[in-house]
């Protein structure tokens, strides 16, 4: 009997092609809404974290600020905090503080106008220490990185990235070329081996200078923006993490944890902060999307109402003949059930080809962004467009089962 049905539902949703996909297009777009949220923030947020994870297991970022433990502190948002300043990073790399700390390099960010001859580019600049090569497994591909020297002395040299000096010099040799950085003249002393585009930061398009020469001639502050350490083993992560606070307790004259004025986490704890936060943002996007499937639904239980109107007399004459309540009944149901679900299917094929579209892209364009499609997804997309198809087809199903079967067959 319900493989009688399925048929007979096929063969009236077949033989009005347009009206039924037209019934299907809400739940098609839904459905691959949803996929697609799911897939790219899925990809996006691998992207993000591959990156991170690349920049090394032993690292130990400090940042300014206070933070709880599931959270990131206020200097993320773009709040400038000055409590972190470069005596915290000397500290911190002697032994007797810091045992396990190989290297300690501090950072500042800034923007400015890059001038050479007749070119002049916008760029990106960082203030590190002589050590950034060693904390940020960075290389040289040609001449030299700038020294302790350097720094103390407020040195006017720069670092570039692979794809800034092409930018700003061209074909030419950069090194030891002179050029202006907000005003200030900089001469190029090396140039540092393309790592490759990074949506976390990128050094190919930016310009490496001392940081106290970043701080103090082109910047005007006395405080950082963060500090990385490396120290010797993953193993000993934990135990660093506990020596840089004591440290920077001791310092900054802090008694109690709870006035903290820093954050410190290790890679993993970042790893884990920022997958809590973009799997919320994910489900949140993915919620959403989902909204389309109600408004799918509607337009499926709008059009079975309809159809219960233009089959009016046919259910008269099914009832006349014997057939029961639950045979009209499910003969409804069956056919909203299959516009929802074939529908469903069609919606996953779409947001699945679209998926896989924006990752050969980002894959194209150098990023390392993973197609993931979970089973788990597919599975609940066709069970929720069953479900749709249910309780939308509820309506409409009842309704034809409850017509009198002498006022239908008089319906005209």
């Not at 950072?107 to 001038?115: D, S």
């Not at 002395?153 to 061209?170: H, N, P, Q, T, Y």
Request: charged residues 20%; negative net charge; contains cysteine.
């Amino acid at each position: 009997m319900l493989i009688q049905t399925i048929k007979s539902s096929f063969a009236r949703l077949t033989a009005r092609k347009l009206r039924t996909f037209l019934t299907m297009l809400g739940m098609i777009i839904g459905i691959s809404s949803v996929i697609i949220i799911m897939a790219v923030g899925a990809g996006a947020q691998s992207l993000i974290l591959n990156q991170i994870k690349i920049m090394g297991s032993n690292l130990i970022g400090v940042l300014p600020g206070a933070s709880d433990e599931n959270g990131p502190p206020a200097s993320v948002f773009g709040i400038t905090i000055t409590t972190l300043k470069f005596e915290d990073a000397q500290a911190l790399l002697k032994k007797e503080n810091v045992p396990h700390a190989l290297a300690v390099t501090a950072y500042v960010k800034g923007t400015g106008t890059a001038v050479w001859r007749e070119n002049n580019l916008e760029v990106n600049f960082t203030g590190v220490s002589e050590s950034y090569l060693k904390v940020e497994d960075g290389e040289i591909a040609k001449g030299d990185f700038f020294s302790e020297e350097d720094n103390k002395s407020l040195a006017r040299v720069a670092v570039l990235g692979s794809e800034v000096a092409k930018d700003i010099f061209g074909d030419n040799d950069p090194i030891g070329q002179d050029f202006k950085l907000k005003r200030e003249t900089f001469r190029v002393i090396g140039i540092l081996k393309a790592k490759g585009s990074s949506i976390v930061s990128s050094q190919d398009d930016q310009i490496f200078i001392p940081v106290l020469t970043a701080q103090k001639i082109l910047l005007g502050i006395d405080h950082l923006g963060y500090l990385r350490v490396k120290v010797d083993s993953a193993e000993n992560l934990d135990l660093s993490i506990e020596d840089i606070k004591a440290t920077l307790r001791e310092r900054h004259d802090i008694e109690n944890s709870s006035d903290d004025d820093f954050s410190v986490r290790s890679m993993q704890q970042a790893l884990d902060v920022f997958t809590s936060v973009t799997d919320a943002l994910k489900f949140f996007l993915a919620a959403i999307g989902a909204i389309s499937l109600i408004v799918g639904g509607i337009g499926i239980m709008n059009i079975m109402m309809v159809t219960v109107t233009e089959r009016i007399r046919e259910i008269g004459l099914r009832k006349a003949v014997g057939a029961k309540k639950g045979n009209i009944l499910m003969q409804f149901l069956v056919e909203t059930i299959i516009i929802s679900l074939v529908g469903g299917i069609i919606g996953i094929i779409i947001g699945a080809i679209i998926s896989a579209l924006v990752a050969l892209v980002a894959q194209y364009l150098g990023y390392g962004w993973d197609l993931i499609i979970s089973l788990s997804s597919i599975v609940l997309s066709c069970s929720v467009s069953i479900l749709i198809g249910l309780v939308f087809g509820i309506y409409p199903a009842y309704k034809a089962a409850n017509l009198d079967p002498i006022t239908a067959l008089r319906y005209e």
